[in-house]
């Protein structure tokens, strides 16, 4: 769901000046991107089906492109012999993606020009100026790729989210110095997590799951967040912060003044991520034996943006954050 904004109108002119200024220093606007025949979108897919080939549909997920889009370019590439798209053997409405020989030349070539405009862009600045793009150029990355990640609700036994809980049993053994046995856990039954009683998020990235989180909406009790965690690629798009907002804003809805959450000692940046947004320890409130901290939150409302810097959330997110 996407979070209300108030549009500032100088943002707004700084990202269009941002984009501007891409698209024309890295040549995207010319049909033969980077000297060959070919425009950039078809030399990008090209890139993404890589040495492995590619699920078609992963391909159009990856890029946000439509189907009839994808399809166009893949012919274009296979009547160039570049490129062989078959069906899977095992199910024939999956196709993949594959290059060829000639493929392989072509994304070699792409390759080494692509070094050689990134080069171009760092030649004329100094060592200093260098490391600062570099730098800049790292966490626009970083945001933009946060800002592609979307959050549904979806039913606790849809495979996207049966991949997020099995990924955090399965940390959780890893990470507790006594392990983790899920019968052992109070987790919530599926049906829990299901309206009118709950809701459960999953967060994707291009499609992928990366993240998920519980609320629990008992009658008469507070809201419990449950089965929150985020997938070690994605840690440092502030995905634990937004499942927070999120539950919260989505409890406040459902008439819940309280927000409630328990987790283990082990997990230092999850404790430090729920202080930050406000949560208060409080007295247990049930029996989780793998719980060493309870809290607690007094809602009303939407969250106002964080006003913590990027650096601070980073910090704040290097670990799991478990509930």
Known sequence: MARRMTTDPAQIDQVRRFNRTVTERVGVL????????????????????????????????????????????????????????EPQPRDRRVRTARLTAAGRAERAVLDGRSDELAG??????????RARLVAAMAEVDRLLTAATVTLDAVDPDHPDARHCLRSYSTELQERFDTGFDAARSLLPDPGELRPPHGLFLVARLHGEPVGCAGLKLPPGAPAEIKRMWVAPHARRLGLGRRFLTELEERAARHGRDVLRLDTNKALDAALGLYRSAGFQEVAAFNDEPYAHHWFEKRITGPLPDSAESPESAESAESEVPWA
């Not at 990008?44 to 889009?69: F, K, P, T």
């Not at 171009?120 to 100026?129: G, I």
Request: cysteine-free; hydrophobic content about 35%; aromatic content about 4%.
């Open 120 to 129: 171009s862009l760092l030649a004329p600045l100094n060592t200093a100026q």
């Open 30 to 85: 010319h049909d033969h991107y980077l000297g060959r025949d070919r425009p950039i979108g078809e030399a990008r897919l090209l890139w993404e089906i890589g040495e492995d080939g590619r699920d078609v549909r992963r391909l159009r997920e990856r890029l946000g492109l439509d189907s009839g889009y994808v399809s166009r370019l893949l012919r274009s590439l296979e009547a160039e012999g570049l490129v062989k798209v």
